[in-house]
């Protein structure tokens, strides 16, 4: 069975600094992909960057990279230049690429602090 | 262009009450899911369909829910005699193609059950 670990429940950082979001996963799989979603109080999940297990180069979208280390099982987060509008849920998930089903981990509440 | 939508947003049923949660996808998008968000925890699978067709319902807690979608757009949940346990954000999400594992699924805002 495929798990999802996040082990910071919440997290606090001042706005303009950087910070990492932790994850760590076990699978036996070896074709799969890794997600990090947002959720606003609004409760809209949306997709910050994706990242597929074959590449080795780590996925990067404007502020929002990760440091995907297959071997170790883990997929981080880093945000840089945090902005208020940053202060949300981030979940960690996970998908097979034989299954369509995606699993998440139970999430880190960030708060951005003026 | 439209996002994926869900009604009600919030819904309040007394223990014992079917209830029905509705989802519309994206237009045109082939498979549409359903997960299930306890409170301080992240979505879990509850169901997949592809058009029409439910091809994985292993996520479904018990025999009490079920889930349609009959002419391959729009998706009800729907749960019948509710307990206590049910409260969550219900979740939709959908996906443009079949059988593509890169597609990105888009959410809805979810509709928030409360079971008293």
């Known amino acids: 069975a495929q798990t999802v670990t996040q082990s910071q429940p919440e997290m606090s950082v001042q706005e303009a600094e950087t910070v990492t979001l932790s994850c760590t996963y076990d699978t036996s799989e070896n074709n799969y992909y890794l997600f990090w979603y947002k959720q606003p109080p609004s409760r809209q999940m949306i997709l910050v960057i994706r990242q597929e297990a074959y590449k080795q180069q780590n996925a990067t979208e404007n502020r929002f990279s990760v440091n995907f280390q297959k071997a170790a099982k883990s997929f981080s987060l880093k945000i840089s230049d945090s902005q208020l509008g940053d202060t949300a849920m981030y979940f960690c998930a996970f998908k097979v690429n034989r299954d369509d089903k995606i699993i998440f981990g139970k999430g880190t509440r960030l708060h951005i602090l003026p | 262009g439209a996002g994926v939508s869900q009604s009600p947003r919030y819904k309040v049923a007394k223990r014992g009450q079917d209830v029905a949660l509705r989802c519309d996808p994206i237009?045109?998008?082939?498979?549409l899911f359903w997960y299930q968000q306890a409170l301080g925890q992240g979505p879990e699978f509850l169901t997949y369909f592809q058009n029409e067709a439910q091809l994985d319902k292993s996520g479904l807690p018990s025999d009490r829910f079920f889930a349609e979608r009959p002419e391959g757009s729009v998706s009800t949940l729907k749960i019948q005699r509710t307990q206590q346990e049910d409260s969550a954000v219900y979740l939709c999400?959908?996906?443009?193609?079949?059988?593509?594992?890169?597609?990105?699924?888009?959410f809805g805002p979810g509709t928030r059950l409360t079971v008293l």
């Open positions: 237009s045109g998008h082939v498979s």
């Open positions: 999400a959908s996906s443009p193609r079949q059988g593509f594992s890169t597609d990105t699924q888009y």
